[in-house]
């Protein structure tokens, strides 16, 4: 091989890295991870300071540095928190201790910084869960269908009934 078409060669090598890494960086697909939540629109007042009349309508859930889910303060399993939650949500000012109406329940939700991940998520998932019974049941209730199957009108009325309000800190 003479030098001049050696010379090519590895002119072309050099473009064909070039053109490949150009390409690596431009496809690069940048995908988004983490939780997809909706937050709430910005309340007008603040709504962070609870009177001792609107207790009882606050469910406090904690989860620890050891994973461990405390709901006002007492250890509850994962696995139980969407039946509390229910409990506590459609009370309807039968027990003092819960909630007067699901339009003034409201769930806060703290976390110790080392929580596993896992952990946090399962529990974003059985209140999730939870509400969406609890639409489930109230849609059958005023439209005999699912909640899925109702339109955007329908849904905004469900979640009047059932408003979700969770807060973090």
Request: net charge negative; proline share 4%; aromatic share 10%.
């Amino acid at each position: 091989m003479d030098k001049k078409t050696r010379n090519l060669l590895i002119i072309f090598v050099l473009l064909f890295g070039f053109v490949i890494t150009f390409f690596q960086i431009i496809t690069t697909v940048d995908s988004d991870k983490g939780l997809t939540v909706k937050l709430p629109p910005m309340p007008e007042k603040d709504e962070t300071i609870i009177t001792e009349e609107e207790k009882h309508n606050v469910l406090n859930l904690f989860v620890n540095a050891k994973n461990e889910l405390l709901i006002n303060n007492q250890q509850t399993g994962i696995d139980e928190l969407k039946k509390v939650i229910k409990d506590f949500v459609n009370n309807k000012g039968v027990d003092p201790q819960k909630s007067d109406s699901p339009e003034k329940a409201k769930i806060i939700l703290k976390n110790d910084v080392r929580v596993k991940y896992s952990v946090y998520i399962s529990i974003h998932n059985a209140l999730k869960a939870a509400y969406f019974e609890m639409w489930d049941e109230e849609s059958q209730k005023l439209y005999q269908k699912n909640y899925e199957e109702l339109n955007i009108d329908e849904k905004k009325e469900v979640r009047k009934i059932y408003p979700y309000k969770i807060e973090e800190g």
